[in-house]
């Protein structure tokens, strides 16, 4: 069984994979900033009597990545799910707020990524799974701060894999759609944001975006959570997953036709027009 440390672990879809793995017998690390919010998991590991160990980790913060990850030859697995969205249109974005933005999603698994790889390459094996987003693949207007985080994390990957897969390191991406989480609940917006004409442009498209959930329900995160842990554990897993079937269908539109045609076709599909 593997040593397996998680980001992100107090909630949504790095909860649910810390448990799954520590359910399947192995050893997990679950981080969070914040210990305090993670209780629910504490007393669920202690429960079902899980090898579940929860430790502080502030990925923004190079001292905490390397206080928490000082001892990478004792993990076999790094699972990168720290991530939150800043919601604005790209004017509205000042430095302070993209800066923010890549810090945690871009800057973060960069630094754990850089806490392993060394002693890895060296030892021959281990495993990353950077869990980024269909908005890694296709951006989308009012996230563009995050898309640009999740496509950087999508290139970091690339570019990681043709380096050290070579070596014994396997390295994964896992591209969610829209799924029911609290993720929604931490989005962070400017200050100009409300009761602007952004604000309510992107309300429409939001609610447009719900006609690709078919029923108007989101799908269970525990899907992303079992893509997350076959990454983690299989071989055999693809370089890229994508999960659900919205990521799928918008991914599969994009990479079929031209720029503009996509966009006519996404527009007709969400019937959002000006």
């Given amino acids: 069984m593997a040593k397996i440390l998680i980001t992100g672990s107090n ?12 359910r399947q017998g192995h050893q997990v690390i679950a981080t969070m900033r914040n210990l305090s919010k993670g209780t629910d998991l504490e007393d669920c590991a202690t429960e079902e ?5 929860i430790k502080q980790l502030d990925v923004t913060d190079p001292d905490s990545v390397t206080n928490c990850i000082n001892n990478p030859e004792e993990l076999d697995v790094l699972i990168n799910n720290a991530g939150f969205e800043v919601q604005a249109a790209v004017e509205q974005i000042d430095d302070e707020l993209m ?3 890549l810090e945690t999603n871009v800057l973060g698994p960069l630094r754990t990524m850089r806490a392993v790889i060394p002693t890895w390459s060296e030892r021959g094996s281990g495993v990353i799974v950077n869990v980024s987003s269909i ?15 999740k496509f950087a994390l999508e290139a970091l990957s690339e570019a990681a894999h043709f380096e050290i897969s070579q070596l014994g390191i396997r390295i994964h991406l896992i591209e969610p759609g829209r799924f029911q989480t609290g993720f929604f609940d931490n989005i962070i917006r400017p200050e100009i944001w409300a009761g602007s004409t952004q604000e309510k442009r992107a309300q429409h498209f939001r609610e447009s975006l719900t006609s690709l959930d078919g029923s108007g329900e989101r799908p269970d995160p525990q899907l992303v959570a079992d893509a997350i842990v076959d990454a983690a554990t299989n071989p055999s897993a693809p370089f890229r997953k994508l999960v659900g079937g919205d990521a799928e269908l918008i991914d599969a539109t994009k990479t079929s036709m031209s720029f503009e045609e996509f966009e006519a076709t996404m527009r007709a599909a969400l019937n959002w027009y000006d």
């Fill in 99 to 101: 800066l923010k933005q």
């Fill in 11 to 22: 909630s949504g879809f790095g909860k649910l994979a810390a448990l799954s793995l520590a």
């Fill in 135 to 149: 908005a890694g693949r296709v951006a989308s207007p009012y996230s563009g701060a995050y898309s640009a985080s």
């Fill in 49 to 53: 009597k899980l090898d579940l160990e």
